[in-house]
């Protein structure tokens, strides 16, 4: 009976040990949704910055996109705020830090947060492009 009961308390620890694995697994995997790459086209002179230019769908009021490092630092907002009565998009330039480039490239999280509900992904339409822009600079 000993061995029985044995056997099955290691039955148990093992699926609860993967149980818990399986959810480390999907944290995982949701802290990645909304994380976009983009690649430098060429590296930015010492007279240059470089920016993102954020083309924003129709957004309803008082929602709006954070655009924020990979590691959760917010760098700007994309809302509609601005936008002209019948225009169904509007272009957001926000600077970016030199740190936020590794290897000529950027890694981005985009999370839209509307009232009364949770911060999610962006769905299709409400991005409609993303681009790194150079800006020149001067001192």
């Not at 936008?83 to 600077?95: L, S, Y």
């Not at 985009?110 to 009232?115: G, R």
Request: glycine share 8%.
């Amino acid at each position: 009976m000993y061995r029985q009961w044995s056997g099955l308390a290691s039955i148990i620890i093992v699926l609860a040990f993967s149980a818990v694995c399986v959810s480390c697994t999907k944290a995982e995997g949701d802290s990645q949704q909304g994380v976009i790459e983009l690649a430098l086209t060429r590296p930015a002179t010492p007279q240059e910055a470089v920016w993102v230019q954020v083309r924003a769908g129709k957004l309803p009021r008082g929602t709006e996109i954070r655009v924020s490092t990979r590691k959760g630092i917010l760098l700007g907002t994309v809302s509609p705020f601005g936008a002209q009565p019948g225009q169904e998009a509007v272009t957001h330039t926000i600077p970016l830090p030199q740190s936020v480039i590794v290897n000529n490239r950027v890694q981005l999280r985009l999370t839209v947060d509307a009232p009364g509900t949770p911060a999610r992904s962006p769905q299709p339409g409400e991005v409609e492009s993303i681009n790194l822009i150079y800006v020149p600079i001067s001192f």
